[in-house]
């Protein structure tokens, strides 16, 4: 079975405070897919990225970077320098890497990050 | 290019009635998602196609849902009769092959009364 766990409810910052939204994620797989959506207050879910389990490098777009470390079974999400904008529920996801299965996303509960003016 | 499109985007409804929401995937994605976001369970996958062919319906809750998609650009998901515990928000994600992340559209807000 494939669990996610976003321990952190709610994160509250002010305005260009750095932020970083964590993921935990159990699986038996050695191949997976690891994602993460943003749901802004309009409701839309909006896919932010893709990484597949055989490349730890860490990726950088722009204000946000994530950091994806095996070992630990985590898959970390940073703004730097938050906006407004960026308030939102963010959920990490995973999914199964080949096989009949790999349509099935699991989700955690989400993180509502507000930030602040 | 236009992302996943749902109609309608919201719906007020009597229990009882007959709800059916509508989407339009991403041209060329052959692979289509109905979920349900609800704050007691968070998003849930009702089912998937995969070529306009359904491969999982498990997650379908009872009898009164049903889905359908006759053709590559378009599904629907209907209710009948509706009750008030079908209240939820019904987002239809596409995706293109096997490997590659879901796109999810605007969602459809339904209210049972």
């Known amino acids: 079975a494939q669990k996610v766990t976003q321990a952190q409810t709610e994160i509250s910052v002010v305005e260009k405070e750095d932020v970083t939204l964590d993921c935990v994620y159990e699986?038996?797989?050695?191949?997976?897919?690891l994602f993460w959506y943003k749901q802004p207050p309009s409701g839309e879910l909006v896919f932010l990225i893709r990484?597949?389990?055989?490349?730890?490098q860490n990726e950088i777009s722009g204000r946000y970077s994530w950091n994806f470390q095996k070992s630990t079974s985590s898959f970390n999400f940073t703004i730097t320098a938050s906006q407004v904008v960026d308030s939102a529920v963010y959920f990490c996801?995973?999914?199964?890497?080949?096989?009949?299965?790999?349509?099935?996303?699991?989700f955690g509960k989400g993180t509502l990050l507000t930030v602040n003016p | 290019d236009a992302g996943v499109i749902q109609s309608p985007r919201h719906e007020v409804t009597e229990m009882g009635q007959e709800v059916t929401l509508r989407c339009k995937p991403i041209?060329?994605?052959?692979?289509l998602f109905w979920y349900r976001q609800t704050m007691m369970r968070g998003l849930e996958l009702l089912i998937y196609?995969?070529?306009?062919?359904?491969?999982?319906d498990s997650g379908m809750p009872e009898d009164r849902f049903s889905a359908k998609m006759p053709n590559a650009s378009f599904s629907t998901l209907k209710i009948q009769p509706s009750e008030p515990r079908d209240s939820a928000v019904y987002f239809c994600?596409?995706?293109?092959?096997?490997?590659?992340?879901?796109?999810f559209g605007p969602g459809t807000r339904l209210t049972v009364t």
């Open positions: 994600a596409s995706r293109q092959g096997l490997s590659y992340e879901q796109y």
């Open positions: 041209s060329g994605h052959n692979s």
């Open positions: 196609f995969n070529n306009n062919v359904p491969i999982d």
């Open positions: 996801a995973l999914s199964f890497f080949s096989g009949g299965s790999n349509y099935k996303l699991t």
């Open positions: 699986t038996r797989d050695t191949t997976y897919y």
């Open positions: 990484r597949n389990s055989f490349d730890e």
